[in-house]
């Protein structure tokens, strides 16, 4: 192997290395666990990231996941970079929930029309993600819909606010009637 081929596999295993990718919500950047350890055992000060990071989404409603990659410099200095928020905290937004299915697959844990779930696709096709790879619309379409299958969300063609608000509501009842059972089996078991 030449010394040029040696030194292109360096940087490219430091590149790999130096990138650290996670979800972080905004304005709630601490310097305690989970991302402490991982910022400390690159050498990035954390009390300066969380600055930088609570200040860059000072803007932004407090607790949105936002997806970032921090590249690390050899001199301990860092880029970042702030993408738009998560797939599923759009989807449970349009939905009106706050958790997904307990049960994907046999439960519905809510409802978004098709709509929805376009107007989602034009603010994530603009991720870096999506760009790099030259992804169709209909691809980042697909994947919402596959998104939303996974934490239990119905894609409708159609959805009024009454049809929704009935849904929320027959949901919260068959959520409170399952914890009661939950709670009355666990009675029993004692």
Known sequence: MSKISRAAKAVKTLDMNNVIRTIVRSGQAVPGP???PVLGQKGIPISVFCKDFNEKTK??????????EIHVKPDRTFDLQIGKPTVS?????????????AKT?????GLVSVRAVYEIAQVKIQDECFQ???TSLESVVKTIIGSARSIGIKIVHELSAEECEAFLIQREEKLKADKAAAEAEAALKK
């Open 89 to 101: 905290y759009f989807l449970k937004q349009a939905a009106g929930i706050e958790k997904g299915a």
């Open 59 to 68: 803007e932004m409603k407090e607790g949105i996941p936002l997806p970032i």
């Open 132 to 134: 790099k790879r030259n």
């Open 105 to 109: 697959g046999h439960e519905t844990a």
């Open 34 to 36: 989970p991302l402490g």
